[in-house]
């Protein structure tokens, strides 16, 4: 059988080969003397198109293309954590050490997971245990934080014939089992192509919050542990650093962070960054947890396509596990760019503005890869992945149809406003266009877990914030002085909601992750604020000047630097504190009034 | 000598077709003869098997199917470079024009160069002094960022970026500890290190490729700078290969040479043009505006060439100059360019027409860099809260200024009026500034307290408490 073929033709990205007979859909051939890393993506009789993760300059026809039988797969074992990858998991630090250069050469090689390092393998079964496929046959403690469960690989039945604990590399036997079709051996390195979902039992509906200590995104657009979420927004409104804060904060257990046809600083400053931040959870640095995929803008163009199938692969692995994983891909336009622009070098008939027309399928399929499941095997063990996505529209326009098709499978949108950046309101996230369908799942949750009356101050809250939006147009129109009392009550209110609740400053230590139960004291107090004012401002001649002015607005304002320890204490002494005013407010404006009724009966 | 083809089958616009050719590759650079003895340069864009298709870097004008004669050169399009190439002049494609001797090349290198490891890349966050309010406060260039000028038809972007080239340093230790400048912030900080500007030009007019030129002529930068410039009526194609040649020229000095490179590349319009008009010629499925599809990722492979890299002394960065289309920015030129540059600086028509000099508009300028090159050790501790406040006051300001255009002035309050003399001021005092005012940051942040004066002091949110007692004069 013929193992290779002949190039005919390159344009850019793209290489067809002919004497092609034997080639597969997806799978992975080398390209040419320099052995560039390809995968066939069309195949026409003898001919295949092939799309090149590497730069092709200096290829030509007549060059051979090798065929390796295998499709794009990524490696799993221990080893991926921590791990900074490109688009198709070679980890950068290795190709750094191979090339000897700052720069990204051609045709490098190096093995995803080190072959050479051993670890620790404690077998959880013994021999003659009855197993199926995703049984966790025994675990290695990867890093600090997560302990790497080996599992039976899928499709795979029978009973444990041999296993043993011990210090072994991926690539040596751990057990061996004895199935239907033979005995098959069992390594901890295990491969699954990209392009496939990893299976599982069932899934289940989402109904934890993933908690991410963004006020605006846990109290008003929570997203499950399981959800799919979407950031659009034009650039400088801040996707990127609410994606890092996201990866920083969030309160699942691995993290996959892909930097997709994005800036090579971003992803400098995240691997800079994560190893010194601590994990707010256990104290361990973040890095600890994460894994890093990195295919920046001027990477080739097909390994950004890649990347995020790689990504969501590994985050799939260790939810398989029984973990609460988050993706986050950053920015999925780029991908969308890098399918239109392999479709237009494969002079497909382009669908909206020129995208290919299975742009909605392919992004449909990757976000409901996402989900809270049961895991296979026979344990009882539940996983979740959270997808987060950025799109990036061009001119922020969100009709485009990244966006749209995005937003057709998400099921939360979180709208960035590059009106409320220029404001520098961070996270710059709209509060009237973003929603969340998670909300009524996560109510049980939230009344359980938090408070009773959660999620009636979440209503009240947004509630307010519609308001606003509707007073400011009058206001715009006829000035303040057209308003009742108490819309300018409610102004208030929302201002402060906006300013000392909603405004949150990533780079502040304590400002930047604030629990749920932080999140509903601050809400609770700004809404005792409004309750206890909303019976004096009724007041004839009321003076609203007097009631902006009050010592405890101040100390609202201070709320988000407070830090967490203590924080219970400080909330119900404030609390007290705005209701005493208040109400020596109404003491002291009605002493007022009485005087000048005595007054004006003098006269 | 390679086989010369005389076997041109096609000639539209920019592209050649070849047919009967043989061991070609893809980006091959090639050498093109004209019947009459003209030697123009190419590169293949498309091989197969017995064609090619050439992309000219030069005009196709005299070109002929007969009589044409083609040569591969079996390598993609080089430069080469040495330390003697600083102070000289080159044309967009590379050949000298100030009539000095051809370089003599330490090495040869590609224009495409190769894209930098991210794992090797060391975070720029090192405060570039501008000695512009604008930028040093609100918009901190940082050493090894990418930071467009965004302007329009008629605004004086090219004044701004030789003021940047011109006055830009890093603070000295000493005035990182001091908290003030020194010499009037005058002279150049670390004596010992090596800068070099490196200049593009792209389309742009004679009389600006002149300023420039004039620019660094009249400052002594001359020698150190190394100029490429295709103006208007050179070639269009060639403005393909301009930033690329810059670019390399900057690697090679930075990277192997120590020198901090200031790269400006005016103006990416044009630049983009051209690429549309090579994809134009192909047929290709046209993206947004007739731009072709792949425009990101071409911008891409100009922009992502700046920075710094882990062990090495030198950096560059990239100030590149592009025209918004009636003053657009959802264009996709300038949009593209927002996506994959850190920040950019926006220079407003209305603040032009008012005589501000320069119209850098807070709002919509951004500096993505800034956070880790602003405060303590850096600049000055307060520096982060003095930008957020400034920033978000002046927004409300344009919103309260557009408020009382409706409702009259006597219909605001107490604050809404604060905050509009606020706004004035700001414009007046901070914005604008001389053309040889050189501030330094310290100066510039002393303006911005001087300003919140204007504001009740429960109005400074964003400012921390202890900086507002330290640093807020207590009001007469």
């Known amino acids: 059988m013929s193992t290779q073929g002949t190039i005919i033709k390159v ?6 080969a002919k004497g092609m007979k ?43 293309v090798t065929l390796t039988g295998e499709t794009l797969s990524v490696e799993l074992a221990p080893g991926l954590l921590t791990t900074f990858y490109d688009g198709i998991q070679r980890p950068l630090k290795l190709i750094e050490e191979e090339a000897r250069s700052p720069f990204i050469p051609r045709g490098i090689n ?85 392009r496939i979902p990893r299976p599982y039992a069932r899934k289940r509906r989402p109904n934890e919050p993933l908690v991410t200590g963004m006020r605006i995104l846990d109290t008003l657009f929570p997203i499950a542990r399981g959800g799919a979420g979407a950031i659009p927004g034009p650039f400088g409104a801040g996707k990127t650093v609410t994606q890092q804060s996201l990866a920083k904060f969030c309160n699942a257990q691995v993290i996959v962070y892909i930097g997709c046809g994005e800036r090579g600083n971003e992803m400098t400053d995240v691997l800079k960054e994560f190893p010194e931040l601590q994990d707010p959870n256990t104290g361990e640095p973040l890095m600890k947890r994460t894994v890093l995929i990195a295919n920046t803008s001027n990477m080739p163009v097909a390994a950004r396509e890649a990347s995020v199938y790689t990504g969501i692969t590994i985050a799939e692995y260790y939810r398989d596990m029984g973990y609460d ?54 344990e009882d063990r539940r996983g979740s992945l959270s997808v987060i996505g950025a799109v990036s529209p061009p001119g922020g326009d969100f009709s485009e149809p990244v966006t749209q098709n995005t937003l057709r499978v998400t099921k939360v949108f979180w709208a ?106 601050m809400i609770r107090a700004i809404l005792t604020f409004m309750e206890a004012a ?70 | 000598m390679s086989t010369a083809y005389k076997t041109v089958t096609d000639i539209a616009g920019p592209l050649l077709i070849v047919k009967g050719v043989e061991g070609v590759s893809y980006d091959e650079l090639c050498e093109i003869e004209l019947p009459d003895g003209q030697k123009r340069l190419g590169k293949v864009l498309e091989a197969r098997e017995g064609l090619a298709i050439v992309q000219l870097f030069e ?72 000695g512009i309010s604008t930028i040093d406060v609100l918009n901190t260039l940082v050493r090894g960022q990418k930071l467009p000028i965004f302007s329009g038809a008629g605004l004086p972007h090219n004044r701004l970026a030789a003021q940047i080239a011109r006055q830009a340093r890093v603070l000295t230790e000493e005035e990182m500890a001091k908290g003030e400048s020194q010499d009037g912030g005058q002279k150049a900080g670390q004596e010992d290190e090596k800068f070099a500007v490196v200049f593009a030009a792209m389309g742009v007019t004679f009389e600006e490729a002149q300023y420039f030129q004039r620019e660094f002529e009249k400052t002594g930068a001359l020698s150190r700078a190394v100029l490429f410039l295709n103006t208007a009526d050179n070639p269009v194609v060639e403005r393909i290969a301009t930033p690329r040649l810059a670019l390399t020229v900057a690697e090679y000095l930075a990277y192997e040479k120590d020198y901090h490179v200031t790269v400006i590349l005016t103006d990416m319009t044009n630049y983009c043009e051209a690429l549309r008009e090579v994809s134009a010629a192909r047929k290709e499925v046209p993206g947004r505006r007739g731009y072709p599809g792949y425009l990101y990722t071409d911008l891409a492979t100009i922009y992502e060439r700046a920075g710094r890299i882990r062990g090495k002394k030198g950096s560059i960065t990239q100030i590149p100059i592009l025209t918004m289309p009636e003053d657009d920015v959802t264009h996709p030129i300038p949009d593209l360019t927002g996506y994959i540059t850190e920040g950019q600086i926006r220079l407003d028509r209305g603040l032009h027409q008012k005589g501000m000099y320069p119209p850098i508009i807070p709002m919509g300028s951004l500096s993505r860099l800034k956070a880790k090159a602003q405060g303590e050790g850096k600049t000055r501790e307060d520096h982060s809260g003095v930008d957020a406040q400034l920033t978000a006051a002046y927004a409300r300001g344009v919103e309260v200024r ?62 921390k408490a202890a900086h507002t007692e330290k640093y807020l004069k207590k009001r007469s």
Not at chain 1, 352 to 378: N, Q
Request: with cysteine; proline share 4%.
């Open chain 1, 11 to 16: 344009a850019g990205p793209l290489v067809v």
């Open chain 1, 22 to 64: 034997n080639a597969k859909m997806y799978e992975v051939v080398r390209v040419s003397k320099e052995n560039l890393i390809g995968e066939v993506i069309e195949l026409h009789g003898d001919n295949a198109s092939i799309q090149v993760y590497e730069e092709t300059s200096g290829i030509g026809p007549g060059e051979p």
């Open chain 1, 110 to 194: 190096v093995p995803a997971l080190s072959r050479s390092t051993k670890w620790e393998f404690k077998a959880t079964k013994k021999s003659g245990d009855a197993v199926q496929e995703g049984d966790v046959l025994g675990t290695v403690q990867e890093t600090t934080l997560i302990e790497h469960r080996v599992m039976v690989p899928p499709h795979m039945d029978g009973t444990v014939k041999q296993i043993e604990s011990g210090s072994f590399t991926i690539e040596q036997i751990v057990a061996t089992i004895e199935t239907a079709d033979g005995v098959k051996e069992v390594a901890m390195l295990q491969k699954w192509p990209i």
């Open chain 1, 325 to 378: 994983v988050a993706l986050m891909a950053d920015s999925t336009s780029r991908w969308a760019e890098a399918m239109r622009e392999m479709s237009g070098r494969l002079e497909e008939m382009p669908g909206e503005e020129g995208y290919p027309a299975y742009l909605g399928s392919r992004t449909a399929g990757f976000y409901e890869r996402a989900g809270a499941v049961e895991c296979l095997g026979g």
């Open chain 1, 416 to 521: 960035l406003d590059a009106k409320l950046a220029y404001k520098r309101h961070y996270p710059s996230i709209n509060w009237l266009q973003s929603y969340s369908l998670y909300v009524d799942n996560l109510a049980d949750y939230y009344s359980k877990e938090i408070a009773e009356d959660f999620v009636a101050n979440r209503t009240i809250a947004s509630g307010l914030l519609q308001e606003e939006s509707k007073l400011e147009e009058i206001v715009r129109l006829v000035g303040t002085d057209a308003l009742s009392p108490r819309e300018q009550l409610t102004l208030a209110t929302a201002q402060m909601i906006r300013e000392d609740f909603l405004f949150q400053n990533a780079f502040d230590r304590v400002d930047a992750y604030t629990s749920l139960r932080k999140q509903y004291r």
């Open chain 1, 534 to 603: 909303q019976e004096i401002v009724e007041q004839e001649d009321f003076d609203f000047k007097k009631l902006q002015s009050l010592p405890a607005k101040e100390e609202i304002a201070g709320m988000s630097f407070w830090p967490e320890e203590g924080a219970e204490e400080k909330f119900d002494a404030l609390e007290k504190e705005i209701r005493q005013q208040i109400a020596a407010l109404k003491a002291g404006s009605s002493n007022v009034s009485v005087r000048q009724q005595e007054i004006a009966a003098a006269a």
């Open chain 2, 59 to 130: 005009s196709a004008q005299g070109a002929q199917t007969e009589g044409t004669k083609i040569r591969f050169l079996q390598r993609t399009f080089e430069i080469g470079v040495s330390e003697d190439i600083l102070g000289r002049i080159f044309s967009g494609s590379g050949r000298p024009i100030d009539g000095g001797p051809e370089i003599v090349p330490e090495k040869k290198l590609d224009i495409n160069g190769t894209p930098i490891n991210p794992f090797t890349r060391e975070y720029p966050d090192d405060f570039i002094q501008t």
């Open chain 2, 402 to 463: 557009e408020l009382a255009v409706i409702l009259g002035e006597s219909s605001l309050n107490d604050i809404d009026k604060a905050y509009l003399k606020f706004a004035e001021r700001f414009e007046k005092e901070f914005i604008k500034q001389g053309e040889e005012e050189n501030r330094s940051i310290f100066e510039s942040l002393a303006i911005g307290w001087d300003l919140f004066m204007e504001l009740p002091k429960a109005e400074l949110k964003r400012v």
